[in-house]
């Protein structure tokens, strides 16, 4: 038998997982990314493997609109990253 701790049981403190990182990012005219800074290493981009947007959560003061990319680099990682179409600012998504 478990003795009991004396604790309000519950679920605990909720944090979020996922969160992007906040990336920077040359890009074209069309705000479409041409090479991101990974560390102090500039990555320039080989090629865009896919692009999707997200919209979501229009109803709130902050909504979601993000276009996201799919990329391949010249001699690195391949990224998903996404330009916040709200703020304009650019982030790196985590699997």
């Given at each position: 038998?478990?003795?009991?701790?004396?604790?309000?049981?519950?679920?605990?403190?909720?944090?979020?997982?996922?969160?992007?990182?906040?990336?920077?990012?040359?890009?074209?005219?069309?705000?479409?990314?041409?090479?991101?800074?990974?560390?102090?290493?500039?990555l320039?981009?080989?090629?865009?493997?896919?692009?999707?947007?997200?919209?979501?959560?229009?109803?709130?003061?902050?909504?979601?609109?993000?276009r996201?990319?799919?990329?391949?680099?010249?001699?690195?990682?391949?990224?998903t990253?996404?330009?916040?179409?709200?703020?304009?600012?650019?982030?790196?998504?985590?699997?």
């Amino acid at each position: 038998m478990v003795e009991n701790s004396g604790k309000t049981a519950g679920p605990g403190p909720i944090r979020a997982l996922n969160l992007p990182d906040p990336l920077t990012v040359e890009e074209d005219r069309l705000q479409r990314p041409l090479a991101v800074l990974v560390g102090r290493r500039w990555l320039k981009i080989a090629a865009v493997e896919d692009v999707w947007e997200l919209a979501d959560e229009w109803w709130r003061n902050t909504p979601i609109s993000r276009r996201y990319y799919r990329v391949a680099t010249e001699n690195g990682p391949g990224i998903t990253l996404f330009r916040d179409l709200v703020t304009g600012r650019w982030y790196r998504q985590r699997a």
